[in-house]
């Protein structure tokens, strides 16, 4: 005999002031942001408390995006493409969706996010990223 | 905080997880699962010790015999600990958080020897007490489930 069960988790967690001044910026503006480090300049995206290099607190925010280019992706079957998109005037990537619009990609290609059209304040505000030019 | 770095607005992110499974049940569960849909309740009962397991089990934990000797066990026994609960723990058998206050004993029916871990339908820690006699609420619409037994009621 099989015996089957489900529970439905109800997780939330508090995002902190760097992550929510970029939800909010997702959700009002659809304006993504990224935080200049204070300490080497570099430009982080999404943005955290402080450098991951440098260890120097974020500084200014900074708009980056929507554009962006292609760093890396895997396919995970029934689940879609995932991928690594380096946004226009950030420096690292981070991992996305890579939406059914990319039939072919390829490391370098251009791409930009699409915004979901319901939005909350947190990281699915951006649906994914498509071919630049797709439309959309 | 950094310079120029106030948020207008701290946002909580809401990540729900669903979980599912599914395990075989092995042989003496799905016969004591099976019985229960007739509200039958049966042990295990040891052929070297005597002891009756309920649930059952397919070996016996002190003589590591495998375990053959169905007995009745009556929906009737004797409460051998127990707590309230005030914390909404997920409830396996709904899949949300079961509402507090609910109480938790550990069961023996008569029959067996070992304690059965089920529901109480009494929350008042006043009206609970260690050997008080409990007995089997069962479900309207048996099923040959775990919860075809809802919880345990003070017997009158």
Known sequence: MIVAGRVQIPFRYAAGAAASRFGVGLRDERRIL??????????????????????????DPVAVGPGAT?????ELPGRGTFALVRLDGADGALVHRLLEAVPEPRAGMRL???????????IRDIEGFAAEGAGG | MTAGAVASELLEVACPMDLGWRYASGAAMERFLAGLRERRIEALRCGGCGRRYLPPRPLCGECRLPLDDWVP??????LEAWSIYHLPILDGRTGEPRPT???????RLDGADTTLNHLLAETDPGRLRIGLRVRAVW??????????????????
Do not use: K
């Open chain 1, 70 to 74: 292609l760093v890396a992706w895997t």
């Open chain 1, 112 to 122: 930009r996010a699409r915004f979901a059209s319901e939005r909350h304040g947190d």
């Open chain 2, 139 to 156: 479900r309207e619409e048996l099923r040959g489930a775990l919860d075809d037994i809802l919880h345990f009621e003070v017997a009158p």
């Open chain 2, 73 to 78: 066990v009556a929906a009737e026994g004797t």
């Open chain 2, 101 to 107: 206050p609910y109480g938790i004993g550990l069961v």
């Open chain 1, 34 to 59: 990224g935080a200049r480090c204070g300490g080497c300049g570099r430009v982080l995206c999404p943005p955290g408390p402080f450098c991951g290099r440098c260890g120097a607190a974020a500084g």
